[in-house]
């Protein structure tokens, strides 16, 4: 190749670069923020509300990077695979690879509002529940707060998870999806909230009335008591609501523990 051309190339592929990594800024900024897109959005008949997303609007950028470099894991193993997120501890390290639950755990979110009692499916989704259970032993959840409430006739939760309460952070590790074949939100799902595949963390929402949403979000588990705590938060309603018509609760919700039984 002749030095000109070489030169060329070599600036081509410095933008190139330059280009995937402001992408994969932009992409970790909007990750995992309950957004409407024009394909993921259904307006309600009569202007009630509006089916959304619980991801983010678009279908490139980081999420796809970390799914295509998320290696497979064993038969009966689990693949935890780093990430670069905001709020990540840095001695926190990653689950067993072997999930320590199999069958049902049950856990409590003390939160500011009062518990939530929750049934967590190791059986259906050993990974997310794995990792649960995981952050749950290290406190990585306590003092946080949950950040995003939507109350829309056609998602109705509240997204908790995040230690930086921006929607953009996680545990500094991502895993894969389960459970998600012909999944249903209903009221009292404990399910992972996603940037897309491969990218479960952290963040986690619980859905306190019947919510439409597209077979893409882990379902791990359900609510098996605190669904009236809840309720009260979505009354209060939402503090400056985005675009979106989501946003922080007004009557705050701060996770103060997570204890998982027997532990």
Not at 202 to 229: A, E, M, N
Request: proline share 6%; hydrophobic share 35%.
């Amino acid at each position: 190749m002749a030095g000109k051309d070489r030169k060329k190339e070599l600036a081509r592929q410095r933008y190139a670069r330059q280009q995937a990594r402001l992408e994969a800024e932009r992409a970790r900024a909007r990750r995992v923020k309950v957004i409407g897109s024009a394909v993921a959005v259904a307006v309600i008949a009569g202007g009630a509300g509006a089916i959304f997303a619980l991801t983010r609007d678009d279908g490139d950028g980081e999420a796809k990077a970390n799914a295509a470099a998320s290696p497979s894991a064993k038969p009966g193993e689990c693949a935890y695979t780093a990430a670069q997120e905001a709020g990540a501890p840095k001695d926190l390290g990653t689950p067993p690879a072997k999930p320590a639950h199999t069958g049902t755990v049950k856990a409590t979110l003390k939160t500011s509002q009062g518990p939530i009692e929750l049934e967590l499916d190791g059986a259906k989704a050993p990974c997310a529940t794995n990792s649960f259970a995981f952050l749950a032993e290290k406190d990585f959840w306590n003092k946080s707060h949950c950040h995003r409430l939507s109350t829309s006739e056609g998602l109705r939760m509240l997204q908790c998870g995040d230690p930086t309460g921006s929607g953009s952070g996680g545990p500094g590790y991502q895993f894969g999806n389960e459970n998600t074949e012909g999944a249903k939100y209903g009221k009292g799902t404990l399910a992972m909230a996603n940037a897309g595949p491969g990218t479960n963390g952290s963040q986690f929402f619980l859905v306190y009335g019947d919510s439409q949403l597209p077979p893409d979000y882990t379902v791990f588990g359900k609510i098996t008591k605190g669904l009236d705590t809840l309720e009260a938060v979505a009354k209060a309603g939402i503090d400056k609501p985005g675009q979106d018509g989501t946003g922080e609760p007004k009557k705050k919700v701060t996770i103060q523990d997570v204890a998982i039984a027997g532990k």
